[in-house]
Structure formats: C-alpha cells, structure tokens
C-alpha cells in the first residue's frame, strides 16, 4: 500500500506571497492531519480534517487555512508568507482517530 | 507551552548498548502514547506506541514503559544499532477529545560502532 505523498517536496518562495501545499493520504484514509517542524519550536500542530470537515484547530494564525476533498486528499495554504513560516509542513493521515502516518514532508524556504 | 516534556536532548550510545528517553505530562486527559523515529529529509515513522490500560509494550529492540500515576512513559532501545541513529519523538494525544498529537522537542540518538 502507497504511503503518504506530499507535493512538492521543496518549494522557495519571497515574503507576501502565498503557497499551497498538497497531501494524499493512504488509500482508504479519511483523517489528514498537518504539522509544522521547526528547529525552533518542534513538531507543532496546524489542523486536522475528517470527511471534508475541520475537526480540530492549533494555535497558528488565520494565514494558515486547508480543506479536504472528498477523495481525502488535502491541501494547506498559507497566505501573506513570513520568514517566520519557513519550515518543514508535514501531513498525517489516519484510518480513524490513531495511528497517524506521515509523508516526507514539504521544505519551505521563505526568502 | 509544551504539553510533553521530553529528555535528554540528546544521547551517545555505544553499539549494542541500551538508549532510554523520557517524557512526561501534564494532561490527564491524554490517552494515547506514540513515538515517532525521523531520519534526516524524512518525515517521523510510527515505531511503537501504548495505551494507559498496560504498563510496558515491547516490539522487538523497542519497549515503552508508562507509569500512568507519575504521567511519565520512556523509550527503551535494547542492543542499538548504528542504524538506530535518529531524532526520536514522543508524543501524546486525547482519542477521545481532539485527535490532536502533542510532539515532545526530540532526542537525537547516536549509536557508535
């Protein structure tokens, strides 16, 4: 069974703009979940969908959105780019609420 | 505020010896316990985790001892390998309430031949 795909895997953009990241979680998974990894401040949590709905919120600013589709793949935006929101944006899925399965990650770099 | 406390930073072991993390927390509505292994350029692999109903899980090298009255669960690594060398996150998580999991910082493992 295919793991989780994240796309790009690398992606360089300038302060102000926005950037959308893309997940596909493992066939048969209806639960994405993000995260953002910083040296700085660890593995911290974005959002997590289920079945097209937001179910739980973190702590981050609204510049950061997402949404699920209905073949549970998931995309993140983050709009207005910092320096601050370089980082590694890893996607999780899960069959039901455990168990979360990461993909490799995408690396923003903000310039 | 971090809701998972995880020790040391890091650790140097030698080939064959045993690595033991810690973690601790706070909430006690948390009832679900993984660790997580990362290899550099990758994203964080399930290796193991446990429920409050048990007090130890083994798989293989890996074992999790949790003590539910002090709210403290480590990672036992037996015989490491070189290949054992990674970052090593613990991590907590409510089932019942918001899914979410909670990262401890992480603990850089070397294991030297």
């Known amino acids: 069974k295919a793991g989780v795909t994240q796309t790009p895997r690398y992606l360089i953009k300038t302060r102000g703009q926005q950037v959308t990241l893309s997940c596909s979680p493992i066939s048969g998974h209806r639960s994405v979940s993000w995260y953002q990894q910083t040296p700085g401040q660890g593995l911290q949590f974005l959002f997590e969908?289920?079945?097209?709905?937001?179910?739980n919120k973190g702590n981050f600013p609204g510049r950061f959105s997402g949404r699920q589709f209905s073949n549970s793949r998931s995309e993140m935006n983050v709009s207005t780019l910092e320096l601050g929101d370089s980082a590694l944006y890893l996607c999780a899925s899960s069959l039901e609420v455990f168990e979360q399965f990461f993909g490799p990650g995408t690396r923003l770099t903000v310039l | 505020q971090q809701q998972v406390k995880q020790s040391p930073q890091s650790l140097i072991v030698q080939k064959g010896g045993i690595s033991i993390i810690n973690c601790a927390y706070e909430?006690?509505?948390?009832?679900?316990f993984p660790w997580y292994q990362q290899f550099p350029g990758k994203g964080p692999a399930l290796l193991i985790a446990?429920?409050?109903?048990?007090s130890e899980k083994k798989e293989g090298r890996f074992t999790i001892s949790f003590n539910k009255s002090a709210k403290q669960f480590s990672l036992h690594i037996m015989d490491s390998q070189p290949g054992d060398s990674a970052t090593y996150f613990c991590?907590?998580?409510?089932?019942?309430?918001?899914?979410?999991?909670?990262f401890g910082a992480g603990t850089t493992v070397t294991v030297r031949a």
């Open positions: 991590a907590a998580s409510s089932l019942s309430n918001d899914y979410k999991l909670s």
């Open positions: 909430n006690t509505a948390f009832d679900y």
């Open positions: 446990i429920r409050p109903d048990v």
């Open positions: 969908y289920f079945s097209e709905t937001q179910r």
